[in-house]
């Protein structure tokens, strides 16, 4: 275990907490202290949190009476500027937000607030969470810690990097189409996009429908215990699940002897992945096969993702266009205003059409007798940061999120776990997907994949 409390698992510092080894001011001082030194280099941050002193006091004078209020008392925790933070601006990566504060703390935040965590700032997203390269007009350009000439991906680019750099041990996230597996690949660290419905959402962005929130952590035990506190019902949103308090860490640790988890090689359209993706994809299905679990090839007839995504992700683009005024637009990253005029005129008909292909793969993979999937979730290494602007409906599909948009589609929960280093020095990873509502078992099986690589 580190001495350093900025570099300790949310876990190791509840435990810290309840020995009194610390206190949440001893955490917070040593992860404000690391964001001092290191955050001018990656960017991590849109804004930080002014009251994350006090509630670090408050933390802590509980600690001390041994009464903490919730399970993440005192651990610091960012939230990605996408989502409502009572007295501080929701910028969305956009110039053309209001610089005004949040009136009321989105549903999530109110959690984690009841939860005891101390939120120390919200981290950067591309403009509206609109695409992968971690950069937005509103704050520049976030950059890998592992690498600050590669993006750390997006849009939670700032999550991504934060969790990474050691920036704190929790981190929440957004993900429309990959926006937090995508980041959480490229940084080597653990990114958990939710089922549907499963925490709380408003307001809403621009890609409601398939849009989530969830944990970005170092391990998965922490990715779990950060769902435990945001997952809950909350009436602002109506989709969410109408669930008892839940704790993902129980029966996290009980291994995938006899599950049968099948491999996804064809997301829907021919998905394109290097050699080193490969590489990490044999190398989880031997580990997982060598615990007991049953890992086999399946062939799916899906329609194709990528299709059905582009619509969408087009239609709710050009929404968002559409509903600012005309001389915001020029303040706008251009590459949004190209996807988002591509897409102005895609008719309700063809709307309506995508919307039944998505329920359609939805159905096809319900029907699949399995426990798990295991696919890749990146194609590629992280790219370089300042690459030059590419066609944002082929980057999409060649090397942005190929192999996540399909679980947003379908609404299933999917985890981005680390699965070592390229000759680069740059992580790999691989996605793990479950049926739907089964967070649970993405969980089980990361586990036991993160314990295999000897973590």
């Known amino acids: 275990m580190s001495d350093n409390p900025a570099l300790l698992d949310a876990e190791e510092l509840l435990a810290g907490y309840a020995s009194g080894a610390f206190t949440p001011l001893h955490a917070l001082q040593a992860v404000t202290e690391r964001i001092a030194r290191q955050n001018a ?16 006091r408050e933390s802590a004078a509980r600690w001390a009476a041994q009464k903490p209020c919730g399970p993440l008392d005192g651990v610091p925790v960012t939230v990605k500027d996408l989502i409502d933070v009572a007295g501080l601006p929701t910028r969305r990566g956009s110039k053309t937000t209001p610089a005004e504060p949040a009136r009321e703390d989105a549903p999530l935040v109110a959690a984690l607030r009841r939860a005891g965590a101390v939120i120390i700032g919200k981290t950067t997203t591309t ?38 750099a050691g920036f704190g041990p929790l981190h929440v996230g957004t993900d429309a189409g990959g926006s937090i597996r995508i980041p959480a690949a490229w940084c080597g660290v653990v990114g958990l996009k939710p089922s549907f419905g499963r925490v709380p959402q408003w307001p809403l962005g621009a890609f409601g429908p398939v849009s989530v929130a969830g ?74 096969a060598g615990q007991g679990a049953l890992v086999e090839e399946l062939d799916i007839a899906l329609p194709d993702s990528s299709e059905i995504f582009t619509k969408l992700w087009g239609a709710g683009l050009a929404r968002v266009v559409a509903g600012l005024p005309e001389p915001d637009h020029k303040l706008m990253d251009p590459g949004l205003l190209e996807v988002a005029a591509r897409y102005k005129h895609v008719s309700a008909q063809d709307f309506l059409e995508a919307e039944a292909l998505r329920v359609q793969a939805a159905h096809a993979m319900a029907a699949q007798k399995v426990d798990a999937w295991l696919c890749p979730c990146v194609p590629h290494a992280a790219p370089l940061a300042d690459a030059p602007a590419s066609d944002p409906v082929a980057a999409i599909w060649q090397d942005w999120a190929p192999w996540t948009v399909l679980f947003n589609l379908t609404r299933q929960p999917a985890l981005s776990l680390p699965m070592g280093v390229n000759e680069a020095g740059m992580p790999l990873a691989v996605q793990i997907a479950a049926p739907l509502y089964r967070d649970d078992t993405v969980l089980r099986v990361a586990r036991a994949l993160e314990k295999a690589q000897g973590s």
């Open 41 to 56: 280099g990656i960017n991590a941050f849109a804004v930080m949190n002014p009251g994350a002193l006090a509630a670090a």
């Open 127 to 164: 403009e509206y969470g609109w695409k992968t390269p971690g950069d937005s007009p509103a704050t520049g350009i976030t950059r890998n810690p592992w690498n600050q000439a590669h993006t750390p991906g997006g849009s939670s680019a700032g999550a991504g990097a934060a969790a990474a």
């Open 215 to 288: 944990p970005i952590a170092r391990t998965v035990r922490d990715a779990a215990l950060l769902l435990s506190a945001l997952a809950g019902f909350d009436p602002r949103d109506p989709f969410s699940l109408p669930e008892p308090p839940r704790d993902f860490l129980a029966g996290i640790e009980d291994g995938v002897a006899g599950l049968r988890i099948g491999i996804l090689r064809r997301p829907g359209f021919a998905a394109q992945v290097d050699a080193d993706g490969l590489l990490a994809l044999q190398t989880a299905r031997d580990l997982l």
